[in-house]
């Protein structure tokens, strides 16, 4: 059986992931989160609600950076 904070993959429960193994895979990849929400009476729209999240480490924001700016210097030449 199962911890409560180990995640079970797959029906025997053979194939266990921490939550500390998917936070730190999030982390290393990045995920981004996009959503929207319309608040509307009578079918004229009166709020809407836009959210963008990234979430990924510093590091690989920087890597990411850096390697879109070498493939830009790249094209360039």
Same mark, same amino acid.
């Given at each position: 059986?199962?911890?409560?904070? +180990? $995640?079970?993959? %797959? =029906?025997?429960?053979?194939?266990? @992931?921490? !939550?500390?193994?998917? #936070?730190?895979? /999030? ?10 929400? +319309? $608040?509307?009476? %009578? =079918?004229?729209?009166?709020?809407? @609600?836009? !959210?963008?999240?990234? #979430?990924?480490? /510093? ?19």
């Amino acid at each position: 059986m199962a911890s409560p904070n +180990v $995640i079970a993959i %797959g =029906g025997d429960g053979t194939d266990e @992931l921490s !939550l500390l193994d998917i #936070l730190d895979h /999030v982390l290393n990849s990045g995920v981004v989160i996009h959503g929207s929400i +319309v $608040i509307s009476l %009578g =079918g004229v729209d009166l709020v809407y @609600l836009g !959210l963008n999240v990234v #979430l990924t480490s /510093v590091e690989t924001a920087l890597r990411t950076i850096e390697a879109d700016e070498k493939r830009s210097l790249d094209r360039g030449k």
